[in-house]
């Protein structure tokens, strides 16, 4: 009741959905429903999603002794690449240094698009290693030992680190996507018209 107050006042789309609407026997319905979910609220936005008993499919990711099954896995993964905290995420994982280039976070965001929390964070620590691979390189071609005091700063994270973190890295959901399209296009229902 609360929620549903909250997006009467804000005056937003209110989805008011169960653990059980979302959750299918059949293999990969569980993501579509999430998917199409989140495609509709942005559809009808603003859009607020209330995920009632959301405890009940949201865990940590794991389960006790690594016992949670695969289809519980997919679903909270797709749970995680749906909303729009990527950009909370980058702004935590890469903040903005005081007095130096703006990150560009809506760009980050915009390309992230299927990327889980770990990709996420896979992401950020690619692009934060790029200074310090450039001052490694340097060291490396100055063949001299350098003091202590004297070693250069580890620059700032730039946008050119970002894109070369961008193309380092892809979306660990996309890694088996192959052997789903094969299973879908050898056991999969399709319309023949």
């Known amino acids: 009741m609360l929620a549903k107050a909250v997006a009467t006042e804000c005056k937003t789309t209110f989805f008011n959905i169960s653990a059980s609407s979302v959750v299918s026997k059949w293999r990969g319905d569980s993501e579509k429903l999430i998917k199409v979910l989140f495609d509709l609220a942005r559809h009808h936005a603003p859009s607020t999603i209330f995920l009632d008993e959301i405890d009940a499919i949201i865990s940590q990711r794991g389960g006790e002794g690594r016992s949670e099954h695969e289809a ?37 965001v915009e390309r992230s698009e299927g ?11 690619e692009a934060a290693m790029q200074p310090l691979r450039r001052l490694m ?57």
């Open 72 to 108: 519980s896995r997919r679903l909270k993964t797709e749970l995680l690449i749906q909303p729009e905290a990527r950009k909370a995420m980058f702004e935590e994982l890469l903040p903005q240094q005081h007095g130096e280039e703006a990150l560009p976070y809506d760009i980050l």
């Open 115 to 125: 990327y889980s929390g770990s990709d996420i964070r896979l992401l950020c620590k």
């Open 137 to 193: 390189a340097v060291l490396e071609d100055n063949q001299e030992v350098v003091p202590e005091d004297e070693l250069p700063n580890v620059g700032p994270v730039t946008s050119d680190d970002i894109e070369t973190a961008l193309r380092n890295t892809r979306p660990s959901a996309h890694l088996h996507a192959h052997r789903y399209e094969k299973f879908n296009a050898d056991y999969g229902s399709q319309i023949l018209r």
